[in-house]
């Protein structure tokens, strides 16, 4: 019995009958840049396993179920060095004058201003449908990522020191469950484990100031804050949903609804990180006063 073995490329997919798996490869040294941080990465590749059942009765959205989406990447390098976007979002929320961004001319923005009172009546906010089933997460409810030598980095020119993280290894399993309110739409939930974790302090690059004080040591780029063999974080994050106004109630109906009422808990997130043999933890007044 012979068995015959297809493969057809097109630029840079690739799709094979046999195993029944959809390949994208990434082209080599990709750069990703936007206002607030850019995405390098040397290559990789992604795999859509798009056979598999998804059955939204079962609790698909456990980070050991299998995926149909796997991601793995090499020389992988996020650099964050603003967050303009987000005060740009508070001056619009608060009504405050535009102070991260060039503000637009007079006439622009009264047109502005102008088409959005006229469509301020006609707006609607379309929240998601909670069911799991009829959303993105029943396409892909789980999505594993491979990530060899990878970098994060925190800082800008404008700051005298620049937070670096390197590590080797990591193996990510990003989910959704259920949230901490009944009014939040879904938790985020993303899983790891790192090796060979390294957390520096370093001189930023381009920095027009003068330091004023110098790291106590230095071990290769610069200060060594945390280092660690095998790193384990569990981040999770509340996806917001819309509060309901609130009606004026009786007294009976108050103590009726006190238990939906300890439900309806503002949206919660945190970070758990346990870290594991051969680690070393170096923080003194010198760290502190780089907050």
């Not at 404008?158 to 938790?187: G, H, I, W």
Request: net charge neutral.
């Amino acid at each position: 019995m012979s068995v015959m073995f297809f493969e057809k490329k097109k630029k840079n997919l690739s799709y094979n009958v046999f195993v029944k798996v959809l390949l994208f490869p990434c082209p080599q040294r990709c750069h990703f840049t936007l206002s607030d941080f850019s995405c390098r990465v040397q290559d990789g590749f992604v795999i859509f396993r798009w056979w598999r059942l998804y059955n939204p009765k079962h609790n698909m959205h456990d980070p050991r179920a299998e995926t149909r989406l796997n991601i793995t990447l090499n020389g992988f390098e996020l650099h964050v060095y603003n967050r303009s976007s987000m005060y740009e979002h508070l001056e619009k929320v608060f009504g405050l004058e535009p102070t991260t961004i060039l503000p637009a001319k007079n006439g622009e923005r009264g047109k502005a201003n102008a088409k959005k009172k006229e469509n301020l009546p006609s707006e609607r906010v379309v929240s998601e449908d909670l069911n799991p089933a009829s959303s993105w997460r029943s396409l892909i409810p789980v999505i594993k990522v491979d990530i060899n030598t990878g970098r994060l980095v925190f800082g800008n020119r404008l700051m005298p020191q620049t937070l670096s993280v390197n590590f080797e290894d990591a193996l990510l399993t990003y989910a959704t469950k259920p949230p901490s309110s009944r009014l939040d739409l879904y938790m985020h939930i993303l899983k790891g484990k790192l090796e060979n974790v390294r957390v520096m302090l370093v001189n930023s690059p381009r920095y027009a100031g003068v330091h004023q004080d110098e790291p106590p040591r230095l071990m290769g780029e610069g200060f060594v804050v945390l280092q660690s063999n095998d790193v384990d974080i569990y981040y999770y994050q509340d996806q917001p949903g819309l509060v309901p106004a609130e009606k004026d109630e009786d007294v009976d109906d108050s103590t009726s609804s006190e238990s939906s009422k300890l439900q309806d808990l503002p949206p919660c997130w945190g970070l758990d990180i346990v870290c594991g043999k051969a680690t070393d933890f170096n923080y003194g007044p010198w760290v502190d006063k780089q907050r």
